[in-house]
């Protein structure tokens, strides 16, 4: 069994973990347990009542006079993992779990670390153009790669959209394709429908975003933080959901 205060020895440190990453480290010496080490599992499952009453309040608490304020961050944890379905409520019987597929292939912290990652971006949620390429990229933490790619399938989009040539790229084409009406025609994609300083807002928009973040003499905003990174390509998915709305 890989007890908590091996994996976190002191208090203080472990109540300073944010609850995803208690919830790893928990986890991790759940799928250690074996019956007889702890009572909390029997067969395969395991009780959270026994958890805390019984294996938490031992002769010699593992974590001394800060025992309750631990258990109080374990609490958190514990809930974190039913709610990313990593621990299972077994049918029928609402006081024994099981750790999920997915959560029985963590056994270290390493393996959580991953895990972590992908939760901050999730991948249903990503724009379908950028999803094959851009998430496997996020995962192996290519963050800048990531955020170039994504980049990128904008501005392939608004081109298509637009119906614009190869040579059409960057600030430049986002100028031309949201062009607010009351220029000549207005840009190819440009919403007509809005007042004409909401068009010019969102050229504003789409030239700014890849001003910033595509354009190689902007490299350097590029984030490089997952939280960031992860952010920024949401914002992309947005940004091409727009563009599916407005093309022809």
């Not at 472990?14 to 919830?23: D, H, K, S, Y």
């Not at 996020?138 to 399938?153: K, P, S």
Request: charged fraction near 20%; glycine fraction near 6%; proline fraction near 6%.
């Amino acid at each position: 069994m890989i007890s908590l205060s091996s994996l976190v020895p002191i208090a203080d440190d472990l109540l300073r973990l944010e609850v995803e990453e208690l919830a790893g480290v928990l986890l991790v010496h759940l799928n250690s347990c074996k019956p007889g080490e702890c009572s909390a599992v029997q067969n395969g499952l395991i009780s959270q009542q026994n958890f805390f009453n019984n294996d938490r309040r031992g002769m010699a608490p593992e974590y001394g006079p800060r025992q309750d304020d631990v258990d109080s961050a374990l609490a958190e944890a514990w809930a974190w993992l039913q709610g990313e379905c990593l621990l299972v409520v077994k049918p029928g019987n609402d006081k024994w779990l099981f750790v999920s597929r997915r959560g029985k292939q963590i056994k270290s912290r390493d393996d959580f670390a991953p895990y972590l990652v992908a939760h901050l971006l999730p991948q249903r949620q990503i724009h379908s153009l950028i999803a094959g390429k851009v998430y496997p990229a996020f995962l192996r933490g290519e963050y800048d790669t990531a955020v170039f790619q994504a980049f990128r399938e904008v501005e392939i989009a608004v081109r298509q959209a637009g119906s614009f040539p190869d040579t059409a790229i960057g600030v430049p084409l986002m100028r031309d394709a949201f062009r607010p009406a009351s220029s000549s025609q207005g840009g190819a994609i440009a919403d007509k429908q809005l007042p004409i300083a909401e068009q010019e807002a969102m050229a504003n928009l789409f030239a700014g975003a890849i001003g910033l973040y595509k354009n190689p003499q902007s490299h350097r905003h590029v984030p490089t933080h997952p939280r960031d990174a992860a952010e920024v390509i949401m914002f992309v998915s947005q940004l091409l959901r727009i563009v599916d709305r407005l093309k022809p």
